[in-house]
């Protein structure tokens, strides 16, 4: 079974960035994998779970923290309450997705131009 855990809240801590979780993340696994949803206008990093697969929204409102994310090269992390966990390999993936979708129609002129003003 899949689900989406959206992203309403982050903030910096200790030197890294936090996403604050709506629910547990108990039993998920970083697949070090982001995707886009050029519907929702929003990045997805992709977990696994024994029961399959678990995708962490994180919409526009959330991107001028990945930019100084990605300007520092901080940690991501996710949370929910006394729960945290290391999105691995945030940083490269988001890179080199970020250089994919510049310029790049595939993903829709509209999600483009967003990544371009916020990138």
């Given at each position: 079974?899949?689900?989406?855990?959206?992203?309403?809240?982050?903030?910096?801590?200790?030197?890294?960035?936090?996403?604050q979780?709506?629910?547990?993340?108990?039993?998920?696994?970083?697949?070090?994998?982001?995707?886009?949803?050029?519907?929702?206008?929003?990045?997805?990093?992709?977990?696994?779970?024994?029961?399959?697969?678990?995708?962490?929204?994180?919409?526009?409102?959330?991107?001028?923290?990945?930019?100084?994310?990605?300007?520092?090269?901080?940690?991501?992390?996710?949370?929910?309450?006394?729960?945290e966990?290391?999105?691995?390999?945030?940083?490269?993936?988001?890179?080199?997705?970020?250089?994919?979708?510049?310029?790049?129609?595939?993903?829709?002129?509209e999600?483009?131009?967003?990544?371009?003003?916020?990138?």
């Amino acid at each position: 079974m899949n689900k989406r855990i959206s992203i309403d809240k982050a903030n910096f801590k200790d030197r890294k960035l936090l996403l604050q979780a709506s629910e547990s993340i108990n039993g998920l696994i970083p697949s070090e994998q982001i995707l886009v949803d050029s519907k929702q206008f929003s990045f997805v990093y992709l977990m696994d779970h024994p029961e399959g697969y678990t995708y962490i929204d994180i919409p526009e409102p959330i991107w001028p923290l990945l930019k100084r994310t990605l300007a520092e090269k901080t940690q991501v992390w996710i949370q929910f309450e006394d729960e945290e966990l290391e999105l691995t390999n945030f940083y490269e993936e988001l890179v080199d997705l970020l250089n994919n979708i510049k310029g790049n129609s595939n993903y829709g002129e509209e999600m483009v131009a967003k990544v371009e003003v916020n990138f």
